[in-house]
């Protein structure tokens, strides 16, 4: 229980490490400690270990499955893993991509809809159109 306070105690002041090696040492003297799991996830959700954090918090959830506060916790880190996911998915190595359609040629075989100098209402209706066939 001491490590599970302390763990507490750290989050509040935003000692999220120490909150986690809290919280873990709490877990190891007792594994099927609920509130363990939970402030570890919750130093992981802080420190944007959004995976472990999801573990964590599913390891909760396994316990006390009708308890709403681990749930909308773990809904909370589970988006949150998911966009981390998404954008390392959609990372450039290169830094971000500079596209700039002055410069791209179009075949003249091209038959579809070409951009205006000013984007009308008119022309996304048209566009819209050209799509749907």
Do not use: Q
């Not at 802080?46 to 918090?57: H, N, T």
């Not at 316990?63 to 390392?88: G, H, Q, S, Y």
């Not at 500079?98 to 022309?123: A, K, L, Q």
């Amino acid at each position: 229980m001491l490590y599970c306070n302390r763990s507490f105690a750290h989050l509040k002041l935003e000692n999220y490490g120490s909150a986690e090696s809290d919280a873990s040492a709490a877990i190891e003297l007792e594994a099927n400690f609920i509130k363990g799991y939970f402030r570890r996830g919750s130093a992981h959700y802080a420190m944007g270990k959004y995976s472990l954090a999801v573990k964590d918090i599913k390891a909760v959830v396994r316990i006390m499955p009708n308890d709403k506060v681990a749930r909308e916790k773990l809904k909370l880190v589970t988006k949150a893993d998911k966009e981390e996911k998404f954008r390392k998915a959609i990372e450039s190595d290169h830094g971000p991509v500079d596209i700039r359609p002055e410069e791209i040629e179009v075949e003249e075989s091209y038959d579809g809809p070409h951009f205006p100098e000013e984007i009308t209402p008119e022309w996304v209706l048209s566009l819209a159109e050209h799509l749907k066939n």
